[in-house]
């Protein structure tokens, strides 16, 4: 009897170191998996600062750019002799580059503060002589124009 019992026993010891290393194997592929997705994770975490970072400065170049059409409106309105329309639109310059963000857009606080202000100064009046207004609007467009830069690719 004795030599079927040290079989069984044998088979009853396989048998537990084999649940034992499925065991231990199942518990290794987890941890490989956790580790690989935590790394996934951190990377689209990542990626996706990224993209609203991205997102943010061109929201606020967007708004750089429709100031400098709105100065541009403006200009043409006046030439049109439309005064009421050419206040709306220097209005608008106003709300435009009070919506950028210099920092997102990557530039200059104190040149927009400027702008801002010099915007916010723009008053079109009926004259004769547009000559005065006009300048002045089309300085405000250049001045908008020249912040924000190059084209950016």
């Known amino acids: 009897m004795e030599p079927r ?5 044998n088979g009853v010891i396989l048998v537990g ?3 034992v290393a499925g ?9 490989v998996e956790h580790q690989a997705r ?21 929201q606020s170049l967007r708004q750089l750019l429709s100031a400098d ?5 403006a200009a043409v309105a006046l ?24 920092a997102a857009a990557g530039i200059n606080t104190r040149s927009l503060v400027a702008l801002k202000t010099e915007a916010a100064g723009v008053r ?11 300048t002045q609007l089309v300085r405000l467009a250049d001045g908008i124009t020249a912040l924000s830069g190059p084209p950016r690719s």
């Open 5 to 9: 019992s040290t079989r069984t026993r």
């Open 69 to 73: 059409t709105w100065a541009y409106r």
């Open 38 to 58: 935590t790394r996934e994770a951190a990377t689209a975490a990542a990626q996706l600062q990224a993209a609203r970072t991205q997102v943010a400065s061109l």
């Open 79 to 102: 030439d049109n002799r439309n005064f009421g329309v050419a206040n709306d639109d220097v209005a608008q310059v106003v709300v435009s580059l009070n919506a950028v963000d210099a």
């Open 23 to 31: 065991v231990a194997a199942y518990v290794a592929g987890a941890s």
């Open 17 to 19: 170191v084999l649940i």
């Open 124 to 134: 079109i009046s009926v004259a004769t002589n547009l000559e005065a207004q006009r």
